[in-house]
């Protein structure tokens, strides 16, 4: 009786142990990819489009046309393309429809007004997509800005040079200040090793961006172009990664 007394607790011990077991089982989390802007159904102006994307689960890595490895890779950016997702095959569209990177955004040059579609897959090292794919979408009306490409008659814009670094979290100047109206070209200098980007707003509630410059990991530099509001006054520009603590105004005169 003793006996089988013992090999029920034994038995009973080994069930709970397993439900242990089950319970403490870690939960892979799937990888996710978001659209964050610009949103589903949303406007923008045409000209330059910044499709900016949040990634999670997944490790985003410099490694374009190398062999697979399991959790890391990176981002195809499409445009008006339908998303290729047949496994094993490499997810390319059509030249000038798709773009390869490990940045969290891409810049769509001269975007013209329309509908469009914006897209975005997590790919492996070798360009194929995951096993279930993962992608996100928005469609997006792309309008006309007449009030800032309409220039006067015989008036030439003037044009201006800007450099501008982030390092340490921080903007080396709180304040830029240009003519109205002139055709700005800012050499960015990112010195971290985080990413950063510059964005300029009518005001710092950041609702009306008048320009939205790609987010780049440094240490890296770029060169952002775009013409400042005709309209003098103060402006607001922004870190959009880091938005209350890389911040400054830009002076319009």
């Known amino acids: 009786m003793r006996k089988l007394h013992s090999k029920h607790a034994w038995i009973a011990t080994l069930l709970l142990m397993a439900a242990l077991a089950v319970f403490v089982l870690p939960v892979c ?3 996710m990819i ?3 802007e610009p949103t589903d159904s949303s406007n923008v102006s045409a000209g330059n489009v910044t499709v900016m994307v949040e ?4 490790e985003l890595v410099n490694k ?10 990176h981002i195809h950016y499409y445009m008006d393309a339908a998303v290729p997702t047949a496994p094993g095959e490499p997810a390319i569209t059509a030249s000038g429809t798709y773009v390869p990177t490990e940045n969290t955004s891409y810049t769509w040059q001269n975007v013209s007004a329309g509908m469009h579609n914006f897209s975005v897959q997590l790919v492996n090292n070798d360009h194929t997509p995951l096993e279930p794919p993962v992608l996100s979408q928005n469609n997006v009306e792309v309008m006309d800005n007449m009030s800032s490409a309409v220039v006067a008659e015989n008036v030439t814009a003037e044009s201006v040079t800007v450099d501008l670094a982030a390092q340490s979290i921080r903007f080396n100047k709180s304040t830029i200040t240009v003519p109205a109206g002139a055709h700005v070209t800012m050499n960015f200098d990112n010195q971290d090793t985080v990413p950063h980007n510059f964005a300029l707003y009518e005001t710092s509630q950041a609702q009306n961006v008048i320009f ?3 987010v780049i990991t440094g240490p890296r530099t770029i060169v952002y172009t775009f013409d ?3 309209e003098p006054g103060t ?3 922004r870190c959009d990664i880091h938005p209350r603590t890389m911040t400054g105004q830009f002076i319009v005169e």
């Open 212 to 214: 939205k410059g790609e």
């Open 235 to 237: 402006y607001f520009f």
């Open 34 to 36: 978001k659209i964050l």
């Open 55 to 58: 990634v999670n689960d997944f």
């Open 228 to 230: 400042a509001p005709e």
């Open 29 to 31: 989390a799937a990888p």
């Open 64 to 73: 374009l046309g190398q062999d697979s490895v399991a959790g890391e890779g």
